[in-house]
């Protein structure tokens, strides 16, 4: 495991919901957008809120989240990510109320995060020890 693998670590690399956005960007498209719709990587238009891209080829916007397990969550990115940080340090697992009191949610969105990312588990931790 990674010395920087740890939770301040990722207070330090994900201070806000932008850094997380910011990541996302880079690690999907390396900060070039691709439109999720049609393919096009040419001509592609950034929103002023800085989260949203339109593509000029098919007019269609999107947002990094797109096709991912973020997608249609009203969970702040920031909160998605420390619970990444949280199961992957802990060793006997975490439990929806525990994760609840840790990270400010309802038990049954901490149970929604838990079963979203149990689903995609293996990767997603993987991912977050190679930070
Ligand atoms: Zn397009």
């Known amino acids: 495991m990674s ?3 740890n939770l301040f670590y990722s207070f330090k690399q994900f201070p806000a919901e932008d850094a997380c956005r910011k990541y996302l960007e880079k690690r999907r498209w390396n900060n070039n957008p691709v439109c999720p719709h049609c393919g096009n990587a040419q001509k592609i238009y950034s ?3 800085g989260k949203t891209f339109k593509c000029a080829h098919c007019h269609k916007q999107f ?5 991912t397990i973020f997608e249609n969550s009203n969970i702040p990115l920031q909160k998605w990510f420390l619970t990444f940080y949280l199961i992957a340090l ?3 697992g975490i439990s929806s109320v525990e994760l609840s009191k840790t990270i400010g949610v309802t038990q ?4 929604y995060l838990l079963h979203k990312i149990r689903y995609i588990n293996s990767s997603v931790i993987s991912v977050m020890k190679s930070l």
């Open 90 to 92: 802990s060793k006997k």
């Open 63 to 67: 947002k990094v989240t797109i096709g």
């Open 3 to 5: 010395e920087k693998y």
């Open 108 to 111: 049954k969105t901490a149970w």
């Open 47 to 49: 929103y002023k809120n």
